[in-house]
């Protein structure tokens, strides 16, 4: 899939699969995601199994994301030169957010 029709389907991104992206920053399995996104997130986030699953075979599908067997035969996920292309997006998204809320927050006060 083109990296731009990936930009156009995944954004914005939810929560969910901003988190099991940024966890890819190394090859984990999937155990390991839903671990390192309760530490990324101080236990707010809690994915569940279907959830991540679910998630990662959309994001397989849409080539987001890679799948192989390490010598233990885990399924280890993988992000693509695409999903890395979709985190810079929506990391330029979230920044432009972030810097919107900074600005405008004394207004609500």
Known sequence: MKTEKVIKLYSPMTETAFYILLSLIEPR?????????EELTTGRLVLGSGTIYGTLTKMQRDEIITVYADEKRKTIYEITDVGKALMR??????????????KHEGEFQ
């Not at 399995?29 to 996104?37: A, D, L, Q």
């Open 89 to 102: 997006h929506e990391m330029g998204r979230l920044k432009e957010l972030h810097a919107n809320v900074i």
């Open 29 to 37: 399995h999937g155990y390991g995601i839903i671990k390192h996104v």
